[in-house]
């Protein structure tokens, strides 16, 4: 299920980061920086033509699945998060977020497995979320 609403691509990094004094992180900032990037955009290979780098050309120090481990290897000093603007409250933290330039966005999906059988409390929800947003089936 496809939600029309996309979220923003950024950098998430240190507060005290010498990148966090900047509006948005341009793809040639990121080339000397060590990366921390999610398993599923290498998968894709989206975030490697934006960078305009191959993954061999550039320091990735850590992959991550879950947006939680980013934001922890960040704060531990591992490297820089490429991550989705909304999945880490950067509020109240020692860390920044920060979008890229040219902008990069990625639409939000709701999925599930294929002949899935839900309980009743699923579909429910499934029927909530129909209502709450203008979705279409892909």
């Not at 599923?40 to 320091?59: A, T």
Request: aromatic share 10%.
């Amino acid at each position: 299920m496809s939600l029309h609403y996309k979220d923003t691509w950024g950098v998430l990094m240190p507060a005290e980061a010498p990148l966090s004094q900047k509006k948005a992180i341009a793809p040639e900032e990121l080339w000397d920086k060590k990366l921390i990037l999610s398993q599923q955009s290498i998968e894709s290979g989206f975030l490697q033509g934006w960078l305009k780098k191959e993954l061999n050309e550039l320091d990735v120090a850590a992959t991550y699945t879950l947006a939680m481990n980013a934001a922890k290897m960040v704060a531990g000093g591992m490297g820089y998060a490429l991550i989705l603007d909304q999945l880490i409250n950067t509020s109240g933290t020692a860390l920044a977020f920060r979008p890229l330039t040219p902008r990069l966005t990625a639409s939000i999906r709701l999925v599930w497995k294929k002949h899935q059988r839900f309980s009743k409390a699923s579909e429910v929800f499934l029927q909530e979320m129909e209502k709450q947003f203008f979705w279409e089936s892909t």
